[in-house]
Nanobody, 123 residues
């Protein structure tokens, strides 16, 4: 499985941004795709995840209402829609995949990772 994240950039506080993760290779029925982020000097943290086949989602509690994860099976792409961005959302955003269908928050459970896309929110 190869993952290619894109869509990051520099935005002002309050703006919205949509990240994309293009997935290639095997995406069997049990695959889970997730977004994590890592700010400078901080631990990697879970953002959201989705089961590829059924579309069931899991979003970090503190981000619910602002962040939404979705997928387009035909395009082989997972999206992260982010709204009302704040400087605290500034981070390198990664997409990840787990072939066993784990879609929780533990990043060590994800086997495949994309290269990350930078999101910077100015105040």
């Amino acid at each position: 499985v190869q993952l290619q994240a894109s869509g990051g950039g520099l935005v002002q506080a309050g703006a919205s941004l949509r990240l994309s993760c293009a997935v290639s290779g095997r995406t069997d029925i049990n695959y889970a795709l997730a977004w994590f982020r890592q700010a400078a000097g901080k631990e990697r943290e879970f953002v959201a995840s989705i089961l590829w086949s059924e579309g069931r989602t899991n979003v970090e509690d503190s981000l619910k209402g602002r962040f939404t994860i979705s997928r387009d099976n035909a395009k082989g792409t997972v999206y992260l829609q982010m709204s009302s961005l704040t400087p605290e959302d500034t981070a390198l955003y990664y997409c990840a995949a787990d072939p066993a269908g784990y879609f929780g928050a533990r990043y060590t459970r994800y086997d495949y990772w994309g290269q990350g896309t930078q999101v910077t929110v100015s105040s």
